[in-house]
Structure formats: structure tokens, C-alpha cells
């Protein structure tokens, strides 16, 4: 790659993970994994961190990513489960 192609690629990533920062507010309380991502890729962005040190954080990242919407798959099931189970409760209750 020439210089020229290295910066804008820098640039590009630069914009994504500045966009990516406004995510951070609505990431699970103390989960850092999107938060050290970001840092690391300033770092890369600086020359102080390798390629290599970003990919293993995005990798993070994408796990935390994962581990939400599993959790939000799973609260969303339970959830349903105890609707589908307190419905005829309630019903009976209004009946009575």
C-alpha cells in the first residue's frame, strides 16, 4: 500500500469507529469491550498500536455485540414465557 491509500484508509476507519462512539452510551453497564476497541484503534491510528492489537479488539467488540442481543433474545423469551403463564391468572382474577 502506498502512503496515500494508508491514510485514507486510516481516515475511514477513523469515521466508523467515531461513529461507533456514539454507541457507547447504550453499551451494558461495565462492559468496556466496544469502549478498549475504539482506544486501541486511536492507538493504531497514532502508529502506537499494530494492526494485529485491532483486529483482537474488534474481535471483543463483536463478542460484547453478541453477548447483547443474546441477552435481549433471552429477556424477550422470558418475558413472553411469563406473560403466556400469568394470562390465566389474571383471567380468572377478572372473572371472579
Known sequence: M???QVSK???KIARK???AELALPYAAKGENRPAECIAVVRRWIAG???IDKVM???RAAAYAADAADARKEMNSKCLA?????LKPECLK???A
Do not use: C, F, G
Request: glycine share 0%; hydrophobic share 40%; no cysteine.
Open 81 to 85: 414465557i411469563v406473560r403466556e403463564k
Open 9 to 11: 484508509l486510516a481516515l
Open 2 to 4: 502506498t502512503m496515500n
Open 48 to 50: 502506537d498500536a499494530s
Open 93 to 95: 382474577e377478572k372473572n
Open 56 to 58: 483482537i479488539a474488534r
Open 17 to 19: 469507529y467515531k461513529d
